[in-house]
């Protein structure tokens, strides 16, 4: 079993930035490949960004390309995502999830542990 607990949500204006951490509770974190997806209200969960077991690919959604980052920290079993140039469009509730699949994984279906989520607002 994988405990997933996301950090690092909150209210910023447009243009700002932020940083979510997802801390898993797994001693191998190395088998499991990553990926953050986010819920707005009346919405349906889509994707944002995936990344591989060793972190060497990712992967993003057209809509926070060249603004978002993902990366991970193995020896801290923590992923990454770091939001830059917000808009208010990026509001929702920001998930993250783990699988052991060997690639990357952009479909909800696909992953097998999530996390809580953390709360994202951006205001205009």
Same mark, same amino acid.
């Given at each position: 079993?994988?405990?997933?607990?996301?950090?690092?949500?909150?209210?910023?204006?447009?243009?700002?930035?932020?940083?979510?951490?997802?801390?898993?509770?797994? #001693?191998?974190?190395? /088998?499991?490949?990553?990926?953050?997806?986010?819920?707005? *209200? &009346?919405?349906?969960?889509?994707?944002?960004?995936?990344?591989? #077991?060793? &972190?060497?690919?990712?992967?993003?959604?057209?809509?926070?390309?060249?603004?978002? /980052?993902?990366?991970?920290?193995?020896?801290?079993?923590?992923?990454?995502?770091?939001?830059?140039?917000?808009? *208010?469009?990026?509001?929702?509730?920001?998930?993250?999830?783990?699988?052991?699949?060997?690639?990357?994984?952009? #479909?909800?279906?696909?992953?097998?542990?999530?996390?809580?989520?953390?709360?994202? /607002?951006?205001?205009?």
């Amino acid at each position: 079993q994988v405990q997933l607990v996301e950090s690092g949500g909150g209210l910023v204006q447009a243009g700002g930035s932020l940083r979510l951490s997802c801390a898993a509770s797994v #001693r191998t974190f190395t /088998t499991y490949a990553a990926g953050w997806f986010r819920q707005a *209200p &009346g919405k349906e969960r889509e994707f944002v960004s995936a990344i591989n #077991r060793s &972190g060497s690919v990712t992967y993003y959604a057209d809509s926070v390309k060249g603004r978002f /980052t993902i990366s991970r920290d193995n020896a801290k079993n923590t992923v990454y995502l770091q939001m830059n140039s917000l808009k *208010p469009e990026d509001t929702a509730v920001y998930y993250c999830a783990a699988d052991r699949t060997l690639g990357i994984a952009i #479909r909800v279906a696909d992953y097998e542990y999530w996390g809580q989520g953390t709360q994202v /607002t951006v205001s205009s």
